[in-house]
């Protein structure tokens, strides 16, 4: 069964501290995984996938399929990162139907 | 241009009252989704639309109907709403199942 697991509920670092937020999924096959974020009064939207390898305002996602995971990384947070960030998983396994994680509230303190 | 529109943006029901939330999007997008947020359970697929004329249940369907009236339009409703049903309902649009979704602004559903 498709799963995916964000084990921190919310986690809080420093300004200009590196962050590291975690995505581990359970899926048969080849996966499209996403990081979406939410601000604060904003919609939810698309931050990275990791099939465009890019970097979005100095995120980075990597996909490690032997650990099966897909954890979002920036090395010196910013106050503006303060969100709610999402890991998403889709695939031709599951019906191409998309699986979100729990969330993690980022918090950067000043 | 709007994107994904859903209206209402908050509404209170009481148990046993029917409501129909509404989205729409103008991007041409071929799949529509409906989810609900739950605190510390994320999003959970209800609904989707893959494409203009079919619907499908997602992961927690029950007590929900859909209805993809046309490309840009996909309503949910709720016949008999209950306190379970108390939430935040997104809908979503892509151009392709495995594509990024695009959100709307949410509806604020409470359940007395």
């Known amino acids: 069964a498709q799963r995916v697991t964000q084990p921190e509920k919310l986690l809080s670092v420093f300004k200009g501290a590196p962050v590291e937020l975690k995505c581990n999924y359970s899926?048969?096959?080849?996966?499209?995984l996403f990081w979406y974020v939410q601000y604060s009064r904003q919609r939810l939207q698309l931050l990275l996938r990791?099939?465009s390898r890019e970097s979005i305002k100095g995120f980075t996602a990597d996909l490690n399929k032997g650990e099966t995971s897909f954890h979002l990384k920036k090395p010196f947070a910013q106050e503006e990162d303060s969100a709610m960030y999402y890991c998403?998983?889709?695939?031709?396994?599951?019906?191409?139907?998309?699986?979100f994680g729990a969330g993690t509230r980022l918090f950067v303190k000043a | 241009n709007a994107g994904v529109t859903q209206t209402p943006k908050f509404q209170v029901l009481k148990t046993g009252q029917s409501m129909t939330l509404q989205c729409a999007q103008d991007m041409n997008h071929n799949s529509m989704y409906w989810y609900r947020q739950d605190p510390g359970m994320g999003l959970r697929l209800i609904y989707y639309s893959a494409s203009e004329g079919t619907t499908d249940k997602g992961e927690v369907p029950n007590g929900y109907n859909v209805s993809r009236l046309n490309k840009r339009e996909f309503s949910l409703r709720l016949e008999s709403a209950a306190p379970s049903q108390t939430s935040v309902y997104f809908c979503a649009s892509s151009l392709g199942q495995d594509q990024p979704q695009h959100f709307g602004d949410g509806t604020r559903l409470s359940i007395l």
């Open positions: 998403a998983l889709s695939g031709r396994g599951g019906g191409f139907k998309t699986i």
């Open positions: 899926y048969s096959g080849s996966p499209e």
């Open positions: 990791h099939i």
